[in-house]
Nanobody, 121 residues
Framework: QVQLVESGGGLVQPGGSLGLSCAAS????????MAWYRQAPGKERELVAT???????KYADSVKGRFTISRDNAENTVYLQMNSLQPEDTAVYYC???????????????WGKGTLVTVSS
């Protein structure tokens, strides 16, 4: 069984910074692409940033230049550093990863339960 557990959410003032982390545990042979999504109240879940196994990153236009996604393959962890946060960044942030349980497995997509980020003065 594989689990993704996010941490680092909380309340921050506009213009502030916050870092999120997501650790994969359980039967993990290899992490493929990893990503962060977010869902604001009353809105659909949207892609924030992705990072593939080679470290190539992509960002939503709304967060480019402010957010940075990174990964530590040795720790099976993905990070999201968020700077210059604005009230519109308020959302539940979800970790997503494509994971191989064994070298013979197909990749399976997993989701974390989410962590709330609130940007407010």
């Amino acid at each position: 069984q594989v689990q993704l557990v996010e941490s680092g959410g909380g309340l921050v003032q506009p213009g502030g910074s916050l870092g999120l982390s997501c650790a994969a545990s359980g039967r993990v042979f290899r992490l493929n692409a990893m990503a962060w999504y977010r869902q604001a109240p009353g809105k659909e879940r949207e892609l924030v940033a992705t990072i593939n196994s080679g470290g190539i990153t992509k960002y939503a236009d709304s967060v480019k230049g402010r957010f940075t996604i990174s990964r530590d393959n040795a720790e099976n962890t993905v990070y999201l550093q968020m700077n210059s946060l604005q009230p519109e960044d308020t959302a539940v942030y979800y970790c997503n990863a494509n994971i191989l349980a064994t070298r013979y497995s197909f990749g399976t997509e997993y989701w974390g339960k989410g962590t709330l980020v609130t940007v407010s003065s």
